[in-house]
């Protein structure tokens, strides 16, 4: 029974890729414990938007946080609205916007001409690789604005592909969803990114040919055009009900600030990422430059009837890493959405390299695979579920160290003692959205020079080098004495 579903699944390549994206997607929901970093911040605010009845401000324990629209927060709390307010339920989005991504992924590898086995090779390089693997349950915005770019870019390809004028408006509506979609998970880069991969290739491709795409153009235009003003809206009903500085940070501050260096957050020079090439698609990076060196080679052989497919593959990660490295907010989690073209041109590089062998070694790996044609497979999935339940522990049990749970846990028995519970000063973001996450409502903060030691209230605190007070996780600690507090305020006035 077991061999005859081995050969039956060898046959169908994307029912196996289906059944590893659930196990890989499943492990990392089942397994995920939420963090004490900016998972607790954006659990707190989608929790905030969710109980507070705001749909259109998120709020951090109160305080208007609008460096990303609200589009991942909505699906958080929906998700909350459904199955509780628990730890549990927080990767429960991000693991199905993983899962996602892998399955549009081989789609559209074979919309690039993959084969199916090609193609789902790219989807478990994706499910492997060490960023995409590391992020595919957690609670961040870049998840879904990976998959928000991927889905632009899917259509942008089907519109390529398409002969008719109905077909191009048609996968024009699904590019405009896409930009509209990365807009209002993060901001113009959802709208920038897409864009810049799609009009390189039209643009190239009709400079090599001597040819103008017109159809192809008007589409992106009119694509771009509709996205931009669905995302505008948001922007107009903001200043319309919170006035213009709020606007101003929104619109202007947080979507160009990350270019310009003004919003000062992870700030790095040009070659910030050239530095950490290495980091960009482990462990596969030599896949996916070898994809890029046997494409390049393949486009310049074949000149003027270059094949925009294959143009595709190269523009899709070197366009996207130039827009990235022109940012002046630079972390590795910010090229997530660099994962899936990678992932494609990991593949393609693989198989080139295979291709590359000597005649003789192709032959004998093909005939032992023909005399055992399900054990490699059952192999694959074997390793595949082992390496997603052991990896899923380590991740967890690590992550268990940096969780406030008992924090807030403890939180609750002193107010139930009688104790107010503060924020002496203005509190980390990751503090705040914990604070409103676990205990389901704001939690004042307190001026510095306003803060009464005497007073019968409990300071939550973040610092790394304070040795007063009842120590948590992540650099947390209760104060609940006078002098507790009385030390605290002496260091903070240092």
């Excluded at 492990?27 to 009845?53: K, P, Q, W, Y």
């Excluded at 989807?123 to 915005?141: D, K, Y």
């Excluded at 304070?466 to 009385?486: C, I, M, W, Y």
Aim: proline content about 5%; glycine content about 8%; hydrophobic content about 50%.
């Amino acid at each position: 029974m077991l061999h005859k579903t081995m050969k039956f699944l060898e046959r169908k390549p994307f029912l196996l890729t289906l059944l590893l994206a659930l196990l890989w997607c499943g492990a990392g929901a089942f397994l995920h414990t939420l963090t004490s970093s900016d998972e607790t911040r954006v659990c707190g605010i989608s929790l905030e938007m969710l109980l507070e009845n705001e749909l259109l401000l998120p709020r951090l324990n109160g305080t208007p946080f609008v460096e990303y629209p609200p589009l991942f927060y909505h699906l958080e709390g929906a998700a909350f609205r459904l199955f509780g307010y628990g730890e549990k339920v927080t990767p429960v989005v991000p693991a199905l916007i993983s899962f996602l991504t892998v399955l549009l992924l081989y789609r559209l590898a074979r919309k690039l001409d993959f084969s199916a086995m090609q193609a789902s090779v790219a989807a478990f390089l994706l499910m492997s690789c060490g960023n995409f693997f590391a992020n595919r349950a957690e609670v961040r915005v870049d998840g879904l604005l990976t998959l928000t770019v991927l889905i632009a870019l899917s259509a942008s390809v089907s519109m390529l592909h398409a002969e008719t004028p109905r077909g191009k408006i048609v996968s024009g509506l699904g590019v405009c969803a896409g930009l509209a979609a990365g807009a209002y998970t993060k901001g113009l880069i959802g709208i920038a990114l897409p864009l810049a991969v799609t009009g390189t290739v039209v643009f190239v491709g009709d400079v090599v040919r001597k040819k103008i795409s017109w159809r192809d153009y008007a589409v992106l235009v009119a694509a771009a055009a509709l996205a931009s003003a669905l995302y505008g809206f948001y922007f107009y009903l903001l200043y319309r009900r919170y006035g213009y500085d709020l606007f101003h940070e929104a619109c202007i501050v947080n979507n160009f600030g990350r270019f310009t260096g003004s919003q000062g957050d992870h700030v790095s020079p040009f070659y910030g990422y050239i530095a950490r090439l290495p980091e960009l698609f482990p462990p596969y990076i030599l896949f996916v430059l070898a994809g890029l060196f046997f494409q390049t080679k393949r486009l310049v052989r074949d000149g003027r009837d270059l094949s925009r497919d294959t143009l595709f593959l190269v523009v899709a990660v070197a366009v996207p890493f130039l827009v990235f490295s022109a940012t002046a907010s630079k972390r590795m989690v910010y090229l997530l959405p660099l994962a899936p073209p990678s992932a494609l041109l990991a593949a393609q590089g693989l198989f080139s390299l295979i291709g590359c062998l000597p005649q003789r070694f192709r032959d004998a790996a093909s005939a032992r695979h023909a005399k055992r044609p399900g054990d490699a497979l059952l192999l694959l999935l074997a390793a595949t579920i082992l390496a997603n339940v052991v990896a899923g522990i380590a991740v967890g049990i690590q992550a268990k160290k940096s969780s406030v749970a008992a924090l807030y846990e403890e939180c609750r028995k002193l107010e139930r003692d009688g104790f107010d519970i503060r924020f002496p000063g203005t509190p980390e973001e990751r503090s705040a959205g914990a604070a409103y996450f676990y205990l389901h409502r704001r939690i004042p903060a307190v001026p510095m020079k306003e803060c009464d030691p005497a007073a019968r209230e409990v300071w939550i605190v973040r610092d790394k080098n304070l040795n007063v007070g009842q120590p948590f996780a992540d650099h947390h600690r209760l104060l609940t004495t006078k002098e507790e507090k009385s030390a605290f305020l002496k260091r903070k006035k240092r």
